[in-house]
Every structure is written in C-alpha cells, then in structure tokens.
C-alpha cells in the first residue's frame, strides 16, 4: 500500500529523463530551472508577505485543471500503445525517452496541482487576520506549486512537439525559409529526412 502512494518512482523517472537530447548528457539547465524557480517565488512571496486574499475563487480552476492533466496523461498512455504497435517507431530509443519524459512530467504536474488546489483549500478556511504567517506562509507554498506547474507545462509543450517532431519528421524542425525558397520546396525539404528514415528502417 506504501508504495502505491509513493511518487518517487515517477519523480524520479522525470529528473533521470532529464537529458539533453543530442549528448545524453543531464540537462543542469533545466533541473536548475525547476528547482530554482517555485524556491524564488515562495522567497518572494514570505519576503514582501503577501497573501492570497480569496484562495476560492482559484480553487475550481486549479482542481480542473488536475484532472484534466490526468486525462492527457491517459492519451498520452494510448499514444504510447499506438507508437508499441508501429514497426517503425517502436525500435526508436530516442522516442520512447520523449514520451517516459513527457507522461512522468504530466503526472508531477497533475498532483501539484491537486496539492496547489488542497492548500489554497487549508487557507481558505481560517481568518488570515488573527494567523498572517500562517497565510504567508501556504501562500508560499501555493505559489511555488503554480509556478511548478508553469514551468512543467512549458516543459511538457515542447516535449510533445520533440515526440511529433521525432515520429514524423525525423526530429528536424522546418528549415529557416529564405526569400529564394518556396513553399513547395520547403515542405519537400522537412519530407526529405522522413522518407530517409523509414527507407532506412525497412533496409
């Protein structure tokens, strides 16, 4: 039962996935960021000692949006069905790292919100006035749980392009379109390294 509500297993899996995409390296930048920025947005928050004055009215938006992060979670699961199913796509390492990243990464952001939503919940039910640290104090932490959930979904965007961009077109993104180059010729260009693959494949 412990470890059914234990989330290292995905928390871990999301920092191990954080990897540059080209070396393999661990990406510091971006586990800097994550780290760094919800820590500097709670610091602000105890230091100007600001409180959430109507934590309901945030409430209903931010408990949606944990459950929407769960359904997209299930399309990314199916999508990885899909993706076990291609002959073609099931050998790429490098998508199956895209997709570990991007559903660990949904999964953190969906129970941070939950967390977010729970406690703006707890400051929402006692009077700031007599307690002011105590509400300084949650709303640190909710801060830092938004701004998480911010950076995760920033993260997770780009991830989902990496995902299309590594199933369809060979992880190249379109070139850079000069004035002497016309539509036709770049949308033959971006083909190119698709159909080189997939012949690669099929040798």
Same mark, same amino acid.
């Not at 470890?3 to 995409?21: A, G, H, M, N």
């Not at 390296?25 to 971006?30: C, T």
């Not at 990243?101 to 006692?126: N, Q, R, W, Y």
């Given at each position: 039962?412990?470890?059914?509500?234990?989330?290292?297993?995905?928390?871990?899996?999301?920092?191990?996935?954080?990897?540059?995409?080209?070396?393999?390296?661990?990406?510091?930048? !971006?586990? #800097?960021? *994550?780290?760094? $920025?919800?820590?500097?947005? %709670?610091?602000?928050?105890?230091?100007? @000692?600001? =409180?959430? +004055?109507?934590?309901?009215?945030?409430?209903? !938006?931010? #408990?949606? *949006?944990?459950? $929407?992060?769960?359904?997209? %979670?299930?399309?990314?699961?199916?999508? @990885?069905? =899909?993706? +076990?199913?291609?002959?073609?796509?099931?050998?790429?390492?490098?998508?199956?790292?895209?997709?570990?990243?991007?559903?660990?990464?949904?999964?953190?952001?969906?129970?941070?919100?939950?967390?977010?939503?729970?406690?703006?919940?707890?400051?929402?039910?006692?009077?700031?006035?007599?307690?002011?640290?105590?509400?300084?104090?949650?709303?640190?932490?909710?801060?830092?749980?938004?701004?998480?959930?911010?950076?995760?979904?920033?993260?997770?965007?780009?991830?989902?392009?990496?995902?299309?961009?590594?199933?369809?077109?060979?992880?190249?993104?379109?070139?850079?379109?000069?004035?002497?180059?016309?539509?036709?010729?770049?949308?033959?260009?971006?083909?190119?390294?698709?159909?080189?693959?997939?012949?690669?494949?099929?040798?």
């Amino acid at each position: 039962m412990i470890d059914r509500l234990s989330l290292s297993t995905i928390r871990r899996d999301y920092w191990r996935s954080l990897r540059k995409v080209q070396t393999q390296a661990p990406d510091m930048a !971006a586990r #800097s960021v *994550l780290v760094a $920025v919800p820590i500097v947005t %709670a610091a602000i928050i105890v230091i100007t @000692r600001y =409180r959430l +004055a109507s934590p309901t009215s945030v409430i209903p !938006a931010v #408990s949606l *949006l944990a459950g $929407v992060l769960l359904a997209a %979670a299930g399309q990314v699961i199916s999508l @990885r069905a =899909r993706v +076990a199913d291609s002959v073609m796509l099931s050998g790429d390492a490098r998508l199956r790292a895209h997709m570990r990243e991007t559903i660990s990464g949904i999964l953190l952001a969906a129970v941070s919100s939950l967390f977010d939503a729970v406690t703006m919940g707890s400051l929402a039910l006692f009077d700031q006035a007599r307690h002011p640290w105590l509400a300084v104090g949650l709303t640190a932490v909710a801060g830092a749980l938004g701004a998480f959930v911010i950076l995760m979904f920033l993260a997770t965007a780009r991830r989902l392009y990496a995902t299309y961009l590594e199933a369809f077109e060979s992880g190249a993104p379109l070139p850079k379109q000069s004035r002497h180059t016309s539509g036709t010729a770049l949308i033959q260009q971006a083909a190119e390294p698709t159909a080189t693959r997939a012949g690669r494949r099929h040798a």
